[in-house]
Antibody, heavy 121, light 108 residues
Framework: EVQLVQSGAVVKKPGDSLKISCKGS????????IGWVRQMPGKGLEWMGFIYPGDSDSRYSPSFEGQVTFSVDKSISTAYLQWSSLKASDTAMYYC??????????????WGQGTLVTVSS | SYELTQPPSVSVSPGQTANITCSGDKLGNIYTSWYQQESGQSPVLVIY???KRPSGIPERFSGSNSGNTATLTISGTQTMDEADYFC???????????FGGGTKLTVL
């Protein structure tokens, strides 16, 4: 089965570091971009950026540049989203999604189940 | 930065046609995708490249894009179609993915 499986919900304190994961299966993981999307409680979808597992080439949304880091371990078909110092405003659901590309254009055809991150003192 | 505007809500009676719009500058020149997000669930791709349906998406879902407006049309709307719908583009000039603010479809 083609799927993306994300790590479970976490509760952290402000200032903590965190790394969440997204494991792909059922397709050739290195050859499709993996995007990350934030959804704050009751709000819409926000694109954070994406990473190409084949060579770890990363593109960040200006809104998230410097705030998070993408990485990948293609040997285990897993992408990661990392924070070095969480803030309460990072509380949200985070989705990974596979991006398919046609020329310059792309869309997200496969989504993970989401990881809920709660940051609270 | 490029912006996409969606109506916050659309209501439709079961069996009727729902049209959900997405507006942006010269949007007709850019491929638009649509996602359905049911309450508490992950988004699901329902339309890509303006009017293509992924396998498994019912034929009642269709899309169009012209001028400054892309439209997701749900024909013969069912109660199971009640969800939030988001449009999305790749804004080449800013090099980024842009989502619309989302439209809550109510079927009653």
């Amino acid at each position: 089965e083609v799927q993306l499986v994300q790590s479970g919900a976490v509760v952290k304190k402000p200032g903590d570091s965190l790394k969440i994961s997204c494991k792909g299966s059922g397709y050739t993981f290195p050859f499709s971009w993996i995007g990350w999307v934030r959804q704050m409680p009751g709000k819409g979808l926000e694109w954070m950026g994406f990473i190409y597992p084949g060579d770890s080439d990363s593109r960040y949304s200006p809104s998230f540049e410097g705030q998070v880091t993408f990485s990948v371990d293609k040997s285990i078909s897993t992408a990661y989203l990392q924070w070095s110092s969480l803030k309460a405003s990072d509380t949200a659901m985070y989705y990974c999604a596979r991006r398919l590309v046609y020329g310059d254009y792309g869309w997200f055809d496969l989504w993970g189940q989401g990881t809920l991150v709660t940051v609270s003192s | 930065s490029y912006e996409l505007t969606q109506p916050p809500s659309v209501s439709v009676s079961p069996g009727q046609t729902a049209n959900i719009t997405c507006s942006g500058d010269k949007l007709g020149n850019i491929y638009t995708s649509w996602y359905q997000q049911e309450s508490g669930q992950s988004p699901v791709l329902v339309i890509y490249q303006d009017d293509k349906r992924p396998s498994g998406i019912p034929e009642r879902f269709s899309g169009s894009n012209s001028g400054n407006t892309a439209t997701l049309t749900i024909s013969g709307t069912q109660t199971m179609d009640e969800a939030d719908y988001f449009c999305q583009v790749w804004a080449r000039n800013t090099g980024g993915v842009v989502f619309g603010g989302g439209t809550k479809l109510t079927v009653l």
